[in-house]
């Protein structure tokens, strides 16, 4: 892996932060956790340090922080209290956590990554919050796809005639309609946004608040429900997702009955997020799309030929 200038300087801002913590530092672990154009991340011992995507507004960001703060028990509260310039980006410190065990899918913590998510949607957002970054999110990978891969070729094709059956707001072109509910939302939920703090047995708390912002909440179930629908999700885990969900008070869906109307949209342009994503990386590697791959691209052809029942009508 080449290592960008970045981790060197985050390796020092890691370690200067834990040795402020303690009198004394056992200075045991210093390892790179994530090098992509759009986070790095650098952990020594118990504290990481993460420089934020290029252009990150920084007052956004201060407010995403306050809001960790402020909701310790839901999302895993950062070290500093504001961002610090490093190089062209903002740094920030937080307590190293245990991530899900991706190699042990059947220990994975649907009913704590449910109840943390509907806690968070019932909290009211600081004055000021910016808008959560999922459909904006959405659009950046779509936009990546049509960067990399030929619009005519029969994969992206069909991956952008998915995404054009969308309606505007989840294409990040319009803003979210007056009637939609708005919440408190993290933006970017999966599994691997949950970690354990302390990092022995602590409970599990929602990490990464760059996305972190209000808008439509069923926008955080909606990749579970994606993985779901493409088969990719058990149906035991789906229920359990959704049970404990609903048990919590969560309010993006119904608490009885089918929860699909109000998910669809949401489900379908996170698999179309994901299937542009996975398009544009095997269209740079060279490589044919694996079988989760083609499940994701199998379902962006019946999204694309069954346009959805949309529940906002203004969105047209």
Not at 206 to 211: A, F
Request: aromatic share 4%; hydrophobic share 40%.
């Amino acid at each position: 892996m080449t290592v960008t200038p970045l981790v060197p300087d985050l390796a020092r801002a890691a370690t200067a932060t834990a040795h402020a913590r303690r009198s004394a530092c056992p200075c045991g672990v210093t390892e790179t956790l994530a090098d992509r154009p759009d986070a790095t991340v650098v952990r020594h011992v118990d504290t990481v340090a993460k420089a934020h995507p290029p252009n990150t507004v920084p007052a956004d960001l201060a407010l995403r922080l306050a809001t960790a703060a402020a909701l310790p028990g839901t999302l895993l509260p950062p070290l500093t209290p504001s961002p610090a310039p490093l190089r062209d980006r903002l740094v920030t410190c937080w307590p190293y956590g245990t991530p899900v065990d991706p190699e042990d899918p059947d220990t994975a913590p649907w009913e704590a990554a449910a109840t943390l998510l509907a806690r968070l949607h019932r909290h009211p957002p600081l004055p000021g919050t910016p808008p959560m970054r999922g459909p904006a999110k959405a659009a950046l990978a779509v936009e990546r796809l049509r960067a990399t891969a030929p619009e005519g070729s029969g994969t992206a094709a069909l991956v952008l005639r998915a995404w054009q059956t969308l309606p505007a707001w989840a294409r990040a072109e319009a803003p979210l309609p007056a009637e939609a509910p708005r919440t408190l939302c993290h933006g970017d939920f999966h599994l691997g946004q949950l970690v354990r703090h302390p990092a022995t047995d602590g409970p599990w708390r929602l990490i990464d608040v760059d996305d972190l912002g209000t808008g439509t909440p069923v926008w955080d179930l909606a990749r579970p429900a994606a993985w779901y629908a493409c088969g990719l999700l058990a149906p035991e885990e789906w229920t359990r997702f959704l049970t404990a969900y609903r048990a919590a008070d969560g309010p993006a869906i119904p608490p009885h009955g089918d929860p699909w109307p109000a998910l669809d949209i949401a489900a379908r342009a996170l698999t179309v997020q994901t299937a542009a994503t996975a398009t544009a990386k095997a269209a740079q590697a060279g490589r044919p799309l694996d079988g989760i791959e083609r499940s994701l691209i199998d379902a962006c052809g019946r999204i694309a030929s069954t346009p959805p029942e949309l529940t906002y009508e203004s969105a047209k």
